[in-house]
């Protein structure tokens, strides 16, 4: 049902191109939220491809010629990628900036609960019109000095409401951009709020009734997701993407497994996954894929919502 009803949002929009803004965006999630929110007046670029780390990308020819023309970038930040900030401070003063991490709601375990599950199950947006503001962010300073995350987790992208906030927002910003379709750019935000919440429900009420999940993770991302809808990990394996754990953490592992037996360890697939053997060895412990960068889908409009749905099913059996 929800695939059938985006599908007829990509046919909304009229074939009127002519000043259609050229639109960058960092990750596949991203490029995701962006192309619903374009349907069918035009195609957003993206720099980092499903299945590349973030942490080590180095970016080639035509990616610095994409931002170099880019109309609008829409990136989460300095927290994911580093490397892109100096890029985007060379930009044009005519292109926008959406910086992602920067427009609330956002954090995970470091707000209130309460204030955090406030936010459920919101389907008037409405209220986000209008925030032209977060289109030239180009002061990222809040950012600085964060080794690898930091203190913030920059996954945000992983909890719906997040993602469902943000399309209004992209909404806005091309509207703002692009009068002649301004109108279809926002009516497609709001399908695409709509969408997305509708797939929260839905993993939501699978959790609801499944009981409590015992899993561990390779690294530490997916807090959004975790926060959303009360779940919680037992351990992580690595605390970053570059380093991996030493004999003396690797035993701490191992008896982590024997205390908690947990069902699953997810990893995102990037990692080679002969530590997480190591780790689960003698013990009957799946190893799930789950990337939360959408590596395995298609690139487009329905990735985000797959990916979602798929990181709902790793964790069903856990």
């Not at 990308?57 to 989460?76: C, F, G, H, K, T």
């Not at 992580?236 to 982590?256: Q, Y």
Request: hydrophobic share 40%.
């Amino acid at each position: 049902m929800f695939r059938a009803v985006l599908t007829a949002l990509l046919f909304f929009a009229a074939p009127l191109r002519a000043d259609v803004p050229k639109v960058v965006t960092d990750i596949a999630p991203v490029h995701s939220l962006v192309a619903m929110v374009m349907g069918d007046l035009g195609e957003p670029s993206v720099l980092l491809r499903p299945g590349a780390s973030p942490h080590s990308y180095a970016m080639r020819p035509s990616d610095a010629a994409a931002l170099e023309n880019a109309d609008l970038v829409v990136w989460i930040g300095h927290g994911l990628t580093p490397w892109l900030e100096g890029p985007i401070e060379r930009l044009s003063e005519d292109a926008a900036i959406i910086g992602l991490l920067e427009i609330a709601p956002v954090q995970h375990a470091i707000e209130n609960e309460e204030d955090h599950d406030e936010h459920a199950g919101e389907d008037d947006h409405d209220e986000h019109e209008g925030h032209d503001d977060h289109t030239d962010h180009k002061d990222h300073d809040a950012h600085e000095g964060h080794d690898e995350h930091g203190d913030t987790d920059p996954h945000a992208w992983l909890d719906p409401v997040n993602a469902a906030h943000w399309v209004i927002v992209i909404g806005d910003a091309l509207a703002s951009r692009d009068d002649q379709n301004a109108d279809t750019y926002r009516q497609n935000a709001k399908m695409a709020a709509i969408e997305i919440l509708a797939v929260q429900a839905e993993t939501a009420a699978a959790f609801g009734a499944s009981g409590k999940k015992k899993y561990a993770v390779f690294h530490d991302a997916f807090g959004y997701f975790e926060a959303r809808f009360g779940l919680d990990h037992s351990f992580a394996i690595s605390d970053s993407h570059a380093v991996n754990p030493g004999p003396a953490r690797i035993a701490e592992l191992r008896e982590s497994m024997q205390n908690t037996a947990v069902n699953c360890i997810l990893t995102d697939g990037i990692e080679a996954t002969g530590l997480l053997e190591t780790v689960i060895e003698g013990h009957q412990t799946r190893i799930v894929i789950a990337d939360p960068l959408g590596g395995g889908f298609t690139l487009g409009p329905l990735l985000y919502l797959d990916l979602t749905r798929n990181l709902a099913d790793a964790l069903s059996d856990c």
